[in-house]
């Protein structure tokens, strides 16, 4: 995680100098409510559980209705695993959970944002869209802490006041993908192949952010 933290703070003074001198910087608090999603494997299926999410974000204006942001959220959550249908190498009856009581986690996405604001810089309300990228940080009850690529795609509308405060009100995609092991296939002249098999989280959310402008 040190060297994440290492990553954002030189990303902030990097933008905070360049501030001095361009487009607006603003400092953004991030909350809101992420929904559950269910995650399937070969042998059982889980849970990335819905939550509270919070953050922060560092976010520059390259042009007036265009912005690069770095930010860092964390979803606070439950990944209950449970077992699929009964099978000679799962002997478990399906449906049985199997990190009872050993289910809290959490995810970390450390992203990078662009955003586009359509309308007059003007004007008080203005509609939004941006995408990100970045990677999750997964602290797992199961096995350990883990790093993977990770996206967002965002959409909402930003309500600005007569002061350097304003209101971001959107709704979000994130997702977040692994190799959790291997597909063999029988390939005629190669005999069995091995293609790594991925699983993906799609959480959709509803937030808002508090936003700061410096330039103000």
């Known amino acids: 995680m040190k ?12 933008l905070a100098m360049s501030a001095q001198s361009s487009g607006a910087f603003l400092l953004n608090l991030y909350g809101g409510y992420t929904f559950k999603d269910k995650v399937e494997f070969d042998n059982s299926y889980a849970y990335v559980e819905d939550g ?11 042009m007036d209705n265009a912005s690069i942001e770095l930010k860092y959220n964390r979803l606070d959550t439950k990944m209950p695993l449970y077992t699929k249908a009964l099978t000679p190498n799962n002997p478990v009856p399906a ?3 199997l990190n009872a009581g ?8 450390i992203l990078a944002d662009y955003t586009y604001y359509f309308g007059s810089s003007s004007q008080k309300a203005l509609p939004f ?3 990100g990228a970045g990677v999750a940080i997964l602290e797992s ?3 350990g802490n883990g790093t993977y690529f990770a996206w967002e795609i965002k959409a909402g509308v930003k309500v600005k006041t007569n002061s350097p405060l304003s209101i971001n009100l959107h709704a979000y995609l994130q997702s977040m993908s692994a190799a959790v092991g291997y597909d063999y296939y029988w390939d005629y002249y190669w005999g069995p192949v091995g293609v790594t098999d991925y699983a993906s989280t799609f959480q959709f959310g509803l937030g808002a952010s508090l936003s700061y402008d410096f330039s103000k």
């Open 129 to 131: 869209l941006g995408a």
């Open 102 to 109: 050993d289910d809290e986690g959490a995810i970390n996405y």
């Open 3 to 14: 060297k994440y933290h290492l990553l954002f703070v030189v990303f902030f003074f990097s």
């Open 141 to 143: 009850p199961q096995s």
């Open 52 to 62: 509270f999410e919070y953050g922060a974000g560092f976010e520059y204006f390259i």
């Open 95 to 97: 449906g049985t959970q």
